[in-house]
């Protein structure tokens, strides 16, 4: 009993922090920062994917009073980068209110790719934010909330079973056949039911029309849901369970880091 506690809390601790360096390293991640006007902060946060059926609302913070900002944005599809002329810039002025800089960005069709980017003006001084150059954002349907919640738990429980059965490997009584199964129905709830339903909404295909296959389903998920087709056939057929064990809870990982969830 106490060896599977140590085991349990051990899948649990990796598995929040394998969960932390995964949100870190998201290429999805908003982007967030200060900009400073002498002793004062102009603070943001642009996202780089947005879920909703509304206008992208671009807010700063700031208490600098008579701070000029506009918000400037183009389709990316256009001609030239973010550090085009801009004559292909559609521009904004910012309007100010309870210490907040607000503009928007008219609502787009699913997956439209818009670039954007504040230009910020104050005593002379000029900065564009955000990393001086502006930002990139795509434009998704939005995701029911129920969906949204689904997914992040059947993340969390697919990596939480995986790793729990990678510490396998230093239980001498290893239950691995028992965990594997669990591991495998939270995986093809995840890649196969979860992932699809996701995507349907974000394409704003949910009632309207059938996306194709290969839109619903993602690169990472198919090749963890065939990780662990062949990881439960080694185990019913490899001597060393635990070594292979570990081996494809690595793999996940892995997998996971590279293509993100």
């Avoid at 907040?100 to 000029?126: F, M």
Wanted: charged residues 15%; positive net charge; without cysteine.
């Amino acid at each position: 009993m106490k060896q599977q506690f140590i085991l349990w809390t051990g899948a649990f601790v990796i598995t929040l922090v394998f969960g932390v360096l995964i949100r870190t390293i998201d290429p999805q991640k908003p982007v967030t920062g200060t900009v400073q006007f002498g002793q004062q902060k102009v603070g943001y946060k642009f996202d780089r994917v947005y879920r909703s059926n509304d206008d992208y609302k671009v807010m700063l913070f700031s208490e600098i009073k008579g701070l000029q900002a506009d918000l400037e944005y183009k389709n990316a599809n256009l001609p030239g980068g973010l550090n085009d002329q801009a004559k292909t810039w559609t521009k904004v002025p910012m309007s100010y209110t309870n210490k907040i800089l607000t503009a928007s960005i008219p609502k787009q069709p699913a997956q439209s790719i818009v670039d954007y980017r504040v230009i910020l003006n104050y005593n002379g001084s000029r900065f564009i934010i955000p990393r001086t150059e502006g930002l990139t954002i795509r434009f998704l349907g939005k995701v029911s909330p129920q969906i949204m919640a689904w997914y992040y738990i059947a993340i969390f429980f697919s990596i939480l079973l995986s790793t729990r059965i990678g510490l396998e490997y230093f239980n001498e009584n290893e239950k691995i056949k028992k965990l594997s199964f669990f591991a495998f129905i939270s995986f093809f709830f995840y890649a196969m039911l979860l992932i699809p339903v996701k995507r349907t909404y974000e394409l704003s295909a949910l009632g309207k029309s059938v996306p194709p296959i290969t839109a619903l389903f993602s690169t990472g998920g198919i090749l963890l849901m065939l990780l662990w087709i062949a990881g439960i056939i080694g185990f019913f057929h490899y001597k060393n369970r635990r070594l292979l064990a570990i081996i494809v809870a690595i793999l996940t990982m892995i997998i996971f880091l590279v293509f993100g969830y």
